[in-house]
């Protein structure tokens, strides 16, 4: 299929502006500063798009909201803290095609009347830093950042943050916390960033996925943007599929596709003619599904009814070979180490069930363990303070729910049934 | 109108309130933990979750605020397991020391558990170890214990405003931690320590000395070391303060303290208070009876009465005692000895100050609600640091900042440092230029309000300095000058706050200029008050030229009243003011002076002159709680009774009368009005009271302003002023412009006395607790001072003065200093900073304006 996030990605020097400009760049901005902001603000709702962060909230909405408060300034923040593990399709966008993010944000600008923004962008992707550096210095010299911006008499600055490697700034109150410099923790909502954010300001965060896909909507038009992928939450998506297949790696896909068919026509099947044991289909948060339930669509609509979620789009697939007990114990420790403290089911309960999983995983587990994990997870589930502790409950939940002869077998016989 | 339903009951409230008051306000019980009236909102203990009908998840009730048709539920099946779970979350890391904590019986996290937690826990893991900090001399860390509720950390961040704690690290290794480490070398509030609600941050003071349920009693009574007047309970058994405790929202500090207030009580219980009379033998001071001790003091006082007559006496009260001895003080003086030579340390400052505002603006101007400041959009500071002198009203202009006010700093103000909006601070003893050109600014941007004709008068006489002259002189550029007019240009509602140094270091012209500004700005008036009942001294009558009740004696038709009224007689002619009297002294026109409550030859300017002029004297008695180095030169040494020991009342800067409630009996000092009354007794002169409240009656009828104020009264609004009556505020407008009294000399470098958060005047120095914060003085001085004289910090420097005194002590570079002065703290025995300044005296009022004469500091080897 045609490519639209990724048509840059594997030109060697897709960096450069002038490489960006060839392959058609900048032409959306150049469309949308001819249009009036509130024009962009409906296009963009018109085109259906849904944010690309994990939660799926549709960006028009967002930014209707964000456009209908009176205060300002407001400010633009890309959430580029992609710390979900299993997720690094935003690292290829900032990477290998940084002005395609660049673009995708002045649009946003333009339509929402921002003057400030930022790339939040996670501590362990130092190359992304220099490189977006780069780039935004090129975008400031050819008038497409700064002052006045394509002459059109707009102004809009841009600038890299880095984060200091919380897990937890990955959502967006907790990310601007950190943007202000202090603590990384989640805020309180009401009142939500679009009204209260940054500074006290209106602030719209958005994924860099999300931005990624703003020139293509100015440039075709939002009913040729809604035809791709699936109808209710339509646009190219990007998967990235790691583990036990032949072909991990970043892909662009219609919305919906069959995640059958990203394992087996896309990534080339299982390692080594495997045979397929589970798959978590949207970053460790989201829960893991069994190889019954992998002819679903993948999407923000489709994968709840599988039980799952579509999250980051992070596809971790593990084969007959794979402990899914020692899996489990190494998220839950990841939710552990990453639960910011605030809240205490989060901060307290993460650590228990860690410690429980070790345990098991050690052999060393005990008749009634599985009930308790069971519990505890479910005394998180739903009274955490964000979705973090919910993350890992859930996840928890779903390892048991279809993989519970695992960790009978670990208990009972105090050691794997794999190894 | 909203309607809420709550547990099938409708409430309804005129606004949004969160779920959670509403249900209180409905007498529904939801437990907390995180959650803490005044503290900003958190939602992180989650045990508050209710159910909300519509919303999907459980909903935090300290959080969430009411809507319309809200419907909740707090006691469903669902709720109640999930504050079992976080009670249980809660304990998996909790050292469950109870019977070795201290806060057993008083822990929130104890009380939650047995009502509604579970009777045994699953957690079969080993627990989070963390080392309990001893690391702070007075604040005890055990982080695990703590259970993140951050109350701590939101008090420190959003009402103390110190932002010295923070939680550091993540999950469950949050810990709370000073910024600075291990001790905590912050502002000492220990404001923390009331709102952590398990024993996680504690006073050393009490560690493992009492269990909640050994308090017998709580005495709420005042704190004893500044004008403020907070209250605080002090928790009792068997005659000892097992330790003081603000409760939040009592008395006008609403719960809140400082170092002073909530770690200074052990001066109390020290070992060094006298607790015998001495008298001395010899050329020593010998222990001797209560009897012996006032046998001779009414022996002497008689005898120089009859031979010489009551103006050879001089009478030193103290802002620490409260109106009951200072009346009974003024009364003995006045009936028994016949003498008017009454006075105290008030002349520095405050009663100079307050009267000259009073004479331009109407009596009670000073009188205005601490709690006005936070309310206020502009600040202006000016003489001294709020957040020293007066830390709880410090707060306030804190909390100003917070709200967007412009606070404006003209003096050293290190506490306000990250809350002023503008900081121009002038030179030493350039003051009045800095003042007199922010006036002209501010006349240029506010314009005159045409209020006053008589002050627009004087305002128009005023030799305006020129911008040269202003820079040469204050070191200020005229961009700073206009930066604060243009801060001060549109504000509606000003607060002005007035410390001790603008006097000292300007005379009235510094009072003049500032009330001109105060006139420009339409503003309200706060004094600042070293010590807690300044405002009581004048009142009662403690000054050589006034009644109790404030009216001028020498008006015969004032004085005779008076004398018919209360049956006593009061000379007519008014008497030495303090600085007279020590002149007096020295020239020995004054034979025997009766010290209560104060160390004048330490707190006094030229205190090494004082101290000779005392030496001189035939007779001194000085009754105090410690041997101080006034009571060392004393022929008679009275054990006195401190405020704790005490009923009685204190008047605050605010001009609110408060009571002193007694919680322990001294042992062995007397309350000052007992031993007066004993020694009137012995000269035949006698006194009939019983208690403190017999004297406040007699006080009621010798003072007009308190004449309708009961004893009840005390406890209620009707003690603030104007005590039920009218408010008088018409001013007079009597402006005195004096001549400036004393030569400023030379750019050099200049010592004051530094005012410091954790100490009190000279009596502090005996509480082993604020010792351990601070048990040294050191000069502080601003890094360009020191450059200039190569001195780095922590050296070991000496200071010589002009007239030959000297002292020795630590340096301390700090930017907080943001003169050319040199400030040393006059607290400390051997160390006293008042040996290296003079004064002169400022005709109309009698206090005292420094001479600034260069010091010379050099290294110590």
């Known amino acids: 299929m045609q490519k639209f996030l990724l048509k840059n990605v594997d030109n060697p020097r897709s960096t450069d502006i002038r490489e960006y400009r060839k392959s058609g760049g900048y032409k959306g901005l150049k469309k949308a500063v001819e249009m009036e902001p509130g024009k962009i603000v409906d296009e963009v709702k018109k085109s259906g798009l849904r944010g690309r962060g994990g939660a799926g909230f549709p960006t028009g909405m967002k930014w209707d909201f964000a456009s209908r408060d009176p205060n300002f300034p407001k400010y633009l923040i890309c959430n580029a803290d992609e710390g979900e593990p299993g997720t690094f399709k935003d690292r290829h966008i900032l990477e290998r095609d940084p002005h395609l993010l660049i673009e995708g944000m002045v649009i946003a600008a333009r339509a929402l009347k921002v003057g400030r923004g930022y790339i939040y962008l996670r501590a362990e992707y130092p190359a992304a830093e220099v490189i977006l550096d780069k780039a935004i210095d090129q975008a400031y010299k050819e008038g497409l950042l700064g002052e006045n911006i394509t002459g059109k008499g707009f102004k809009f600055d841009l600038s890299v943050h880095r984060g200091a490697g919380a897990y937890i700034c990955g959502e967006e109150t907790a990310l601007i916390e950190s943007i202000e410099g202090k603590r990384g923790q989640p805020r309180l909502k009401p009142p939500f960033p679009v009204n209260v954010g940054a500074w006290g300001k209106p602030t719209i965060v958005n994924n860099v996925e999300t931005f990624s896909n703003l020139p293509l909507i100015i440039e075709i038009g939002p009913e040729e943007y809604s035809k791709i992928g699936n109808p209710d939450c339509p646009g190219p998506k990007l998967y990235c599929v790691s583990g036990f297949v032949e072909k991990p790696g970043v892909y662009e896909l219609p919305m919906g596709t069959i995640l059958r068919d990203i394992i087996y026509k896309h990534c080339g099947g299982i390692k080594g003619g495997g045979k397929l044991k589970a798959v978590i289909p949207g970053g460790i948060s989201t829960p893991i599904l069994p190889p019954d339930k992998i002819d679903c669509q993948m999407d923000f609509v489709n994968l709840p009814k599988a039980g799952s979620m579509l999250g980051s789009g992070a596809v971790m697939v593990f084969d007959e070979s794979v402990c899914l007990v020692s899996v489990c114990m190494r998220a839950m420790q990841f939710f552990e180490h990453e639960s910011c403290g605030k809240c205490t089911p989060c901060r307290e309960g993460t650590g228990w069930l860690s410690n429980i999983l070790e345990r098991i995983e050690n052999g060393m587990g005990r008749n009634g363990d599985i009930e308790l994990l069971l519990e505890v997870a479910s005394n998180i589930s739903g009274k955490t303070f964000c979705p973090l502790g919910d993350g890992a409950a859930g996840m928890l939940l779903s390892f048991i729910k279809y993989f519970s002869d695992e960790f009978d077998h670990h208990i009972e016989n105090r050691k794997c049934m794999v190894n | ?861």
């Not at chain 2, 009670?364 to 020293?388: E, F, H, M, Q, Y």
Request: proline content about 4%; aromatic content about 8%.
């Open chain 2, 1 to 861: 109108m909203i309607t809420v339903t709550i547990n099938d009951r409708e409430i309804k409230f005129d606004k949004a309130v969160t779920i959670l008051e509403a249900a209180r306000s409905g007498g529904i019980k939801i437990p907390t933990l995180c959650f803490f009236e005044g503290l900003e909102k958190f939602g992180g203990c989650r045990l508050c979750l209710v159910e909300v009908e519509k919303l999907p998840r459980l909903q935090t009730a300290c959080t969430v605020m009411v809507t319309d048709g809200m419907v909740v539920r707090t006691e469903t099946d669902a709720i109640i397991r999930a504050r079992k779970a976080m009670l249980e979350f809660l304990l998996i890391n909790h050292p469950l020391d109870c019977p070795y904590c201290d806060k057993s019986g008083e822990c929130e996290l104890q009380d939650l558990v047995a009502q509604y937690g579970a009777e045994e826990g699953r957690f079969a893991e080993g627990k989070r170890r963390h080392p309990e900090s001893f690391d702070d001399p007075i604040i005890v860390r055990n982080m695990e214990r703590c259970v993140t509720c951050t109350r701590c950390v939101r008090m420190c961040d959003g009402v103390q405003r110190a932002s010295a704690i923070t939680v550091t690290g993540r999950g469950d290794h949050s810990f709370v931690e000073p910024f600075s480490g291990g001790r905590y070398d912050c502002e000492y509030c220990g404001n923390c320590l009331t709102v952590c609600p398990v024993g996680a941050i504690m006073s050393r003071l009490h560690r493992h000395s009492y269990r909640a349920w050994f308090v017998e009693d709580e005495i709420e009574t005042l704190c004893g070391f500044c004008g403020v007047g907070c209250s605080m309970i002090l928790q009792m058994r068997e005659n000892t303060i097992l330790r003081a405790i603000p409760r939040m929202g009592m008395g006008i500090n609403k719960g809140l303290l400082c170092a002073r207030g909530r770690f200074g009580y052990d001066i109390i219980e020290s070992n060094r208070r006298l607790t015998t009379p001495l008298v001395r033998k010899n050329g020593e001071l010998k222990a001797v009876s209560w009897a012996e001790a006032l046998g001779l003091v009414a022996e002497k006082f008689s005898e120089i009465k009859e031979q010489d007559g009551g103006e050879k006496f001089a009478g030193i009260v103290s802002p620490e005692l409260t109106n009951e001895d200072n009346y009974v003080f003024q009364r003995f003086f006045r009936e028994t000895l016949f003498s008017n030579n009454i006075d105290s340390i008030i002349r520095m400052f405050y009663a100079p100050a307050q009267a000259y505002f009073e004479g331009i603006f109407g009596q009670g101007i000073t009188a205005n609600l601490i709690s006005g400041i936070g309310k206020s959009d502009a600040v202006v500071v000016a003489g001294g640091d709020p957040t020293k002198i007066n830390p709880v009203l410090g707060l306030q202009v804190r909390a100003a900042s917070g709200n967007g006010a412009k606070v404006v700093s003209l003096s050293n103000a290190a506490g306000l440092k990250r809350f002023a909006s503008s900081e121009p601070v002038a030179r030493s003893g350039s003051e009045n230029f800095l003042y007199s050109a922010l006036l002209k600014a501010l006349i240029d941007t506010r314009g005159l309000p045409g209020r006053s004709g008589s002050i627009e008068q004087e305002i128009g006489n005023i030799k305006w300095p020129n911008d040269e002259e202003i820079t040469q002189r204050t070191g200020l550029r005229k961009s700073d000058i206009e930066k604060v007019a243009e801060d001060l240009k549109d504000p509606k509602n000003i607060s002005v706050i007035i410390g001790p140094d603008i006097m000292i270091n300007n005379g009235l012209m510094g009072l003049f200029l500032i009330a001109a500004i105060i006139y420009v700005l339409d503003a309200r008036i706060y004094l600042l008050s070293e010590r807690p009942n300044e405002q009581g001294v004048i009142d009662t009558g403690c000054m050589p030229d006034t009644l109790p009740g404030g009216r001028p004696l020498e008006i015969s038709s004032f004085r005779e009243k008076f004398e018919q009224e209360m049956g006593y007689g009061v000379p007519g002619q008014k008497g030495l003011t303090l600085f007279e009297m020590f002149e007096a002294i020295g020239k020995g026109d004054i034979k025997a002076a009766y010290v209560m409550g104060d160390n004048p030859v330490f707190n006094l300017p030229a205190a090494d002159r004082i101290r000779e002029a005392m030496s001189g004297l035939d007779f001194l008695v000085v009754q105090d709680a410690f041997l101080s180095e006034t009571a060392k030169m004393a022929d008679v040494v009275l054990p006195a009774a401190l405020w704790a020991e005490k009923d009685g009342t204190y008047v605050n800067l605010e001009r609110r009368i408060q009571r002193l409630h007694r919680a322990k009996k001294s042992v062995g000092g007397l309350e000052g009005w007992q031993i007066i009354a004993g020694i009137s007794g012995l000269m035949g002169s006698r006194m009939e009271y019983n208690s403190a409240r017999d004297i406040w009656e007699e006080i009621t009828r010798a003072s007009h302003l308190y004449g309708s104020v009961s004893y009840e009264d005390l406890a209620t609004d009707k003690s603030l002023w104007p005590y039920k009556g009218e408010p008088l505020r018409s001013g007079k407008w009597e402006i005195k412009i004096p001549e400036e009294v004393v030569e400023k000399t030379g750019h050099g470098c200049h010592v004051y006395p530094d005012r410091l958060l954790f100490h009190s005047g000279s009596f502090s120095r005996y509480s082993p607790a604020l010792n351990s914060i601070q048990a040294e003085p050191y000069a502080v001085m601003h890094p360009d001072t020191a450059k200039s004289i190569d001195i780095k910090d922590g050296d070991r420097i000496k200071i010589a003065a002009a007239n030959g005194w000297s002292i020795e002590l630590v340096s301390k570079v700090d930017n907080e200093i943001r003169d050319f002065s040199v400030r040393v703290p006059n607290v400390f025995e051997g160390v006293c900073v008042m040996s290296l300044v003079d004064y002169g005296i400022e005709p109309g009022t009698g206090a005292p304006v420094w001479k600034l004469s260069d010091i010379k500091i050099e290294k110590v080897q």
